[in-house]
């Protein structure tokens, strides 16, 4: 049975930092590309970044460019987002997502995120984010 875990969100002031950590069991990690979501109320579910089995290949949604840092470390099943300069309007429920896909190429990771078409989602951890 798969099962996707995330942690570390919470409430910080803007300007600040948060990590997120997604551990996934019951699959083999690195067979795997793996992606942060969110969704603010009100608003529809954005891919924010991605990442590749091998970690060599990632995206970014534009309005996190700069900011937030995706990485993986297989060892550990474990996928992580580092958010620096954190604005009030990246306050949303963040998902972690797994899809077995072994193309590493920039079009291929960067559709299935902008698609959301991921096979295993995690419950989801707030992020808030205050003025």
């Known amino acids: 049975q798969v099962q996707v875990v995330e942690s570390g969100g919470g409430l910080v002031q803007a300007g600040g930092s948060l990590r997120l950590s997604c551990t996934a069991s019951?699959?083999?990690?690195?067979?795997?590309?793996m992606g942060w979501f969110r969704q603010a109320p009100g608003k529809e579910r954005e891919g924010v970044s991605c990442i590749s089995w091998r970690g060599d290949t990632t995206y970014y949604a534009d309005s996190v460019k700069g900011r937030f840092t995706i990485s993986r470390d297989n060892a550990k099943n474990t996928l992580y987002l580092q958010m620096n300069s954190l604005k009030p309007e990246d306050t949303a429920m963040y998902y972690c997502a797994a899809v077995e896909i072994l193309e590493r190429t920039i079009p291929v990771v960067t559709s299935t995120c902008l698609s959301g078409g991921y096979v295993y989602w995690g419950q989801g951890t707030q992020v808030t984010v205050s003025s």
């Open positions: 019951g699959l083999t990690f690195d067979d795997y590309a």
